[in-house]
């Protein structure tokens, strides 16, 4: 879902330069394009394949499945060998990027992924104190926001909360439904709200338990406080 997006930003960004008259470098890395013109529709048919790829391959039983990373393991023998991802069981704030695809979103599912941002079993704020967990609270055997090893398992986190909040700003403003606009501008600002509130009252901090907002981990770290500039655009 962030790949799409970035190559929808560079698609935006490549057109502005040839409506600058920006000279064209020679392309790279596998780029199929002799200008700006011809990036940006490079860049457009890629989100799209993308976002083709995760609505039809990872849409399963009313919520997009989330992968653990491969792993690398060495066998007796030395040779290393490549494991396959595991599919989660348990729903993740990974399974809400979606939200970025804009419009290539159909707005029923925006709708699903916005009921799990609302639902306090799964991955809404408790109370409307803290961010959006990592992991749905009906996981009993992951959620575990205070077990500094499970930081991933509960914790909320600004990068993952502002993925979210950007992913809401697409279905406000590209989504071809009107109800699913609207809903989704009311959760951006709700979320929104919460992150700055979390941060004003609690200090800049690695992430947050997302029922109480407590700051927890490191504090005054770099990644947190430099995402204050994006939350007051």
């Excluded at 991955?123 to 926001?145: E, H």
């Excluded at 979390?198 to 407590?214: C, I, K, R, V």
Aim: glycine share 6%; net charge neutral; with cysteine.
């Amino acid at each position: 879902s962030v790949l799409a997006a970035g190559f929808r930003v560079v698609a935006q960004l490549a057109a502005s330069l040839d409506s600058a008259g920006v000279n064209f470098p020679a392309p790279r890395h596998g780029v199929d394009a002799r200008s700006w013109s011809e990036l940006a529709e490079w860049c457009t048919r890629r989100a799209r394949r993308v976002a083709a790829a995760i609505t039809t391959r990872l849409w399963r039983d009313s919520r997009f499945i989330s992968l653990a990373p491969s792993v690398v393991r060495a066998g007796s023998d030395g040779d290393a060998s490549l494991e396959q991802p595991l599919e989660l069981l348990s729903p993740t704030i990974q399974g809400v990027f979606p939200l970025l695809l804009g419009a290539d979103l159909p707005p029923e599912v925006a709708d699903k992924l916005m009921d799990q941002l609302e639902d306090p079993a799964v991955l809404a704020s408790a109370r409307l104190r803290g961010g959006v967990p990592t992991t749905a609270r009906s996981d009993a055997l992951a959620y575990d926001p205070c077990d500094s090893s499970l930081m991933w398992r509960g914790p909320s986190w600004p990068p993952t909360d502002w993925i979210v909040v950007e992913g809401l700003e697409a279905q406000a403003t590209l989504s071809l439904d009107a109800t699913t606009r609207a809903r989704a501008a009311r959760l951006k600002l709700s979320i929104l709200q919460r992150a700055l509130s979390l941060q004003l009252h609690e200090g800049f901090s690695e992430y947050y338990h997302p029922d109480t907002g407590a700051a927890l981990g490191q504090r005054a770290l770099g990644m947190s406080t430099a995402l204050i500039s994006k939350y007051c655009r």
